[in-house]
């Protein structure tokens, strides 16, 4: 069965220091990670998904991602962040792709402070 | 704007009574996803149709149900609704096949008393 934690459930940070948000994942099989944003009251948004080939995942918003396979692990990153960030960040896995069954994290709260 | 459009997006139910939420998918994909979202909680997998069948389900109670249309529109019906029913219910289509990317709608907001 596949499983994904999200190691923090809130994230407070200043406004143009970088940000780090951590995903562990579990899975007998091969995975495909992603990572949504979720504003208030609004649906999930593509961040950015790895599908296979370079582990370092490029996004939107100037985020970017890296798979780690010995570590099972897909942290979030941005080298500096803004208000607009604040939001919801949920970590997701799938076995087949983003159009199948996905199980996702819990979601980490950022919360960007000026 | 994903062009997934769901509706309503607000309502309120009692506990018992039936529900329909509606969901059009994004032109031209032939699979939709429905995913239950509890407060403070990540989206759970309900169930996929792909051509008018369901194709998948997680660990929801049968008085989950639904339906997809000719044209890959989509219906999530709950019965005897219980109070813990109460969430965000997120619509998703995609493409058939591997590596593909779902996009989402905005959600409906349930709210049972």
């Known amino acids: 069965a596949q499983s994904v934690t999200q190691l923090d459930s809130q994230v407070p940070v200043f406004e143009e220091a970088p940000v780090e948000l951590r995903c562990n994942y579990s899975s007998s099989v091969s995975v495909y990670l992603f990572w949504y944003v979720q504003y208030p009251n609004q649906g999930l948004q593509l961040l950015l998904k790895?599908?296979?080939?370079?582990?370092l995942v490029k996004g939107i918003n100037g985020f970017e991602a890296e798979f780690n396979k010995s570590q099972t692990s897909f942290h979030l990153r941005k080298p500096s962040v803004h208000i607009s960030d604040t939001a919801e960040y949920f970590c997701?896995?799938?076995?087949?792709?983003?159009?199948?069954?996905?199980?996702f994290g819990a979601g980490t709260r950022l919360f960007v402070k000026a | 704007e994903t062009g997934v459009t769901q509706s309503p997006t607000h309502l309120i139910k009692t506990r018992g009574q039936q529900v329909t939420l509606r969901c059009s998918s994004q032109?031209?994909?032939?699979?939709v996803s429905w995913y239950q979202q509890a407060l403070g909680q990540g989206p759970q997998f309900i169930f996929q149709?792909?051509?008018?069948?369901?194709?998948g389900r997680g660990n929801f109670p049968p008085r989950f149900s639904g339906l997809q249309f000719p044209n890959y529109s989509s219906e999530l019906n709950v019965n005897a609704l219980e109070l813990d029913d109460s969430a965000l219910y997120l619509c998703a289509s995609s493409f058939s096949g591997v590596n593909t990317e779902a996009f989402f709608g905005q959600g409906t907001r349930l709210t049972v008393v």
């Open positions: 032109s031209g994909h032939n699979t």
């Open positions: 997701a896995v799938s076995d087949r792709g983003g159009g199948f069954k996905t199980i």
């Open positions: 790895y599908l296979s080939g370079s582990t």
């Open positions: 149709y792909y051509r008018e069948e369901e194709n």
